[in-house]
């Protein structure tokens, strides 16, 4: 049997570089930045860096608009302090995992400014160039191409004046999507991607990767989606969320890039909307495609018709997600683990409790819980320090494209502002995007000019220096928890079993491997919990790593958990 790939026992840091730390005082965090920091990397313990888009880009949508595969946005520092960063990772241990986006550019991309440039271009077919709906007039009301709706509110297609035609954007205006129907238009992906590999990245983390095949009619036309109630634009999903030829790129992919790598690098793929049955397709090595995937199953839990639309999360319902994807898993694919990340807000104000008594065991406990889940670990800056959601006060103090249209739709819709407010304190990506919190000076470290998005207040008692040397601090708790996963094979490889499903206050689960075994036990709530009627077996087990000393064995205190070797796996040890 072959040893299992090295990322079965790693954990990830993702860093949002405009967030993370500013090395050049102009109010936006840079690789300076970064570079800056990579020893408190090393002192927690990561083995993997994501690293979010550093490309040129018009910032459309921070990042995620690529106008240059190639290269460094100057507004985050150029190329040789990139390659600068690889070597410095390399040299802590550290790997290097690139955020990509191949479903589509930026329209300020040379390749698509080509394409635009008229019917005839040898580029036009690189992207989704349309004409009217048979029987109507460019421009007209409802003559798009197809009824769908965008990810950024509105249609789909953007109307070119000049050629009398439209193009295709799942997302925003400015982000055109790539045809890969195109071979031409993979092999030039292909390309760009092995040039990253020669210059040491290890791999890259690939988003809303499952999107890039359409499906598309003989005659080339794509379909309608069934309407969406309330509005005149339809729900196109089933066209482009793990298309038809899917697993034919990925594949393809896989030969032209990685062929040869396998064992260095890793390739993570982000697929909103992917089911379990197809996580398994993807996931699974003899196919060769991914090597994980993120889903969004569980940060969906708490929505109800939109993320704005709030709904009280139940455990219960957490515990039925996650043992379905632990099980669904279990034998063939692997898993993502992640509370939070650039778009989702934070977790100890989402599924903990960030009031001044609870915030840091509440933390420390929903770390506890998720680490000791088997699959990789995805840790989003700050969240080691228990960073939480901005108070936000005024809809002038968010920055994020999705919150502004949000605010301005619900408003005109005859929604009441403080109603609106509400909703995008909890859930608006801003939350994830304030400056990483360095230490209690007036910027929190992360700055000495004015910073792009304002500092959380709590920064004073919530920062890195105040809790690098406090052993009872969330940090030192990462610490532990990373280093345990490094150092027990149960934790990265042994088998998942959920305990109590309907039990809400209590999430409890066992993970055995070769005759080991350790029992995980967390109170999810505000409440004291009393383990040992539910669970005899906590109250002699040995304590193999604890948030919280350890009053009473039978009793769990508020937001407690505990990692235990249950005294029949320790028989013969």
């Not at 506890?368 to 959601?389: D, F, I, K, S």
Request: net charge negative; glycine share 8%.
């Amino acid at each position: 049997m072959s040893p299992a790939p090295w990322w079965t026992r790693a954990v990830v840091y993702q860093i949002y570089p405009r967030s993370f730390a500013d090395s050049d005082g102009d109010g936006i965090g840079d690789l300076g930045g970064v570079l800056q920091h990579l020893d408190h990397l090393t002192d927690l313990g990561v083995d993997v860096v994501w690293l979010s888009p550093v490309y040129p880009s018009p910032q459309a949508d921070n990042g995620y608009d690529i106008s240059d595969y190639t290269d460094v946005d100057p507004l985050f520092g150029t190329l040789a302090q990139l390659d600068e960063l690889t070597a410095a990772l390399h040299e802590r241990g550290i790997r290097l995992l690139m955020d990509l986006v191949v479903n589509h550019t930026s329209d300020e991309h040379p390749w698509f400014v080509e394409s635009r440039a008229g019917r005839t271009s040898p580029k036009r077919d690189w992207y989704w160039w349309r004409p009217p709906r048979a029987g109507m007039a460019a421009g007209d009301p409802g003559a798009e191409p197809t009824n769908w709706a965008s990810f950024f509110s509105g249609p789909v297609w953007e109307l070119d004046e000049a050629s009398g035609e439209y193009y295709l954007h799942l997302f925003d205006k400015k982000q055109p999507d790539l045809n890969w129907e195109n071979p031409e238009v993979r092999r030039a992906v292909y390309a760009m991607m092995r040039g990253w590999l020669e210059r040491g990245v290890d791999g890259f983390r690939m988003d809303v990767v499952n999107m890039i095949s359409k499906d598309v009619a003989p005659d080339g036309s794509l379909h309608d989606g069934p309407p969406i109630p309330g509005t005149p634009l339809g729900d196109g999903s089933a066209s482009y969320i793990c298309g038809p030829r899917i697993h034919e790129y990925l594949q393809e992919m896989h030969r032209e890039v990685f062929a040869g790598h396998d064992e260095r690098l890793l390739l993570v793929g982000e697929m909103p909307g992917v089911t379990l049955e197809q996580a398994r397709l993807f996931t699974d090595p003899a196919r060769a495609e991914v090597d994980m995937v993120f889903q969004f199953e569980h940060v969906g839990l708490d929505h109800g018709a939109t993320k704005w639309d709030l709904r009280q999360l139940r455990w219960r319902d957490l515990k039925a997600s996650f043992g379905r994807w632990q099980a669904g898993l279990a034998e063939v694919g692997w898993n993502s683990l992640y509370w939070d990340n650039h778009d989702q807000p934070r977790a100890v104000s989402r599924y903990g409790d960030d009031s001044p008594a609870c915030r840091r065991d509440s933390a420390t406990c929903l770390a506890t819980l998720l680490h000791l889940h088997r699959g990789t670990p995805y840790v989003y800056q700050g969240e080691e320090l228990g960073m939480a959601n901005h108070p936000f006060a005024r809809i002038e103090d968010f920055r994020d494209v999705e919150s502004l249209n949000q605010y301005a739709t619900a408003v005109a819709g005859g929604t009441d502002p403080a109603t609106v407010l509400h909703g995008l304190r909890k859930m608006s990506r801003d939350n994830a995007r304030t400056p990483v919190q360095w230490d209690g000076s007036p910027n929190a470290g992360f700055t000495t000019g004015t910073p792009w998005l304002p500092v959380n207040p709590d920064h004073v008692e919530w920062n890195a220096t105040r809790q690098r040397d406090d052993e009872t601090s969330v940090l030192a708790h990462y610490r532990r928890l990373i280093a345990l996963r490094h150092d027990e094979p149960v934790v990265a490889l042994g088998d998942f079993t959920m305990l109590l499903p309907d039990v809400d206050d209590l999430y409890a689960f066992t993970r055995s491997l070769d005759g080991d075994e350790l029992l995980v036990v967390c109170n999810v709530s505000g409440r004291p919990c009393t383990v040992g009627e539910l669970l005899p077996q906590v109250v002699d087990a040995e304590l193999v790593l604890g948030n919280l000393p350890v009053d009473d064995p039978a009793v769990l205190a508020p937001w407690e958990a505990r990692v235990l070797r249950p005294s029949s796996a320790r028989r013969g040890g």
